[in-house]
């Protein structure tokens, strides 16, 4: 199937489905199931052509479709795309307490910084692939205190997360197996 406006769409490494809106010589606009647009290079695309047990082949234009797995199975059981499992969690104070009203902004920051490690910790406990910790843009404090105890933890990767959808507010961070 090739690659056009109105296709279901996924990206790669990514649960969630998108809707092609236009599509330029290398990038694609999608719309989201918010409404929301964002930009993606076609080859990070996946055209969705059935939900049930999805296989993938590479086309000519360097999109990716999905083949219905009655299909020959042994042709495709080399590139099947594996589950990527992601949790998102959002640092912004407002997310974490209700009233931060006469708490000074020190305990704030430690409030954000232990949801952090519970949240790292959890995650690695429910075997996540992935694992998005929004810090928001700010004055940058929290990202660098994020960054800092980021380093300090073994077995992870991490890298800003996508610019397009958290505006260099977030963090990805990859668990190694």
């Known amino acids: 199937m090739k690659l056009s406006v109105g296709n279901k769409v996924s990206i790669v490494d990514e649960q969630?489905?998108?809707?092609v809106k236009k599509i330029n010589s290398d990038k694609v606009i999608v719309v989201d199931t918010y409404g929301f647009e964002h930009v993606y290079p076609k080859h990070k695309l996946l055209v969705v052509e059935n939900n049930k047990n999805l296989y993938y082949e590479t086309l000519i234009n360097d999109s990716i479709t999905c083949k219905d797995s009655s299909e020959s199975k042994e042709k495709y059981k080399n590139i099947l795309k594996k589950e990527v499992q992601v949790r998102e969690i959002d640092l912004h104070i407002g997310h974490l307490i209700d009233n931060i009203k006469d708490i000074p902004p020190h305990k704030i920051l430690q409030r954000q910084i232990?949801?952090?490690v519970i949240e790292?910790?959890?995650?690695?406990?429910?075997?996540?692939?992935?694992?998005?910790?929004i810090h928001g843009k700010g004055k940058g404090i929290l990202k660098k205190e994020i960054y800092e105890l980021l380093k300090t933890i073994p077995k992870i990767e991490f890298l800003e997360a996508d610019i397009v959808k958290y505006r260099f507010g977030a963090v990805?961070?990859?668990f190694k197996k």
Do not use: G, V, W
């Open 16 to 19: 969630e489905h998108y809707t």
């Open 114 to 116: 232990n949801q952090a």
């Open 120 to 133: 790292i910790e959890k995650a690695r406990k429910d075997n996540l692939n992935k694992l998005i910790l």
């Open 172 to 174: 990805e961070i990859r």
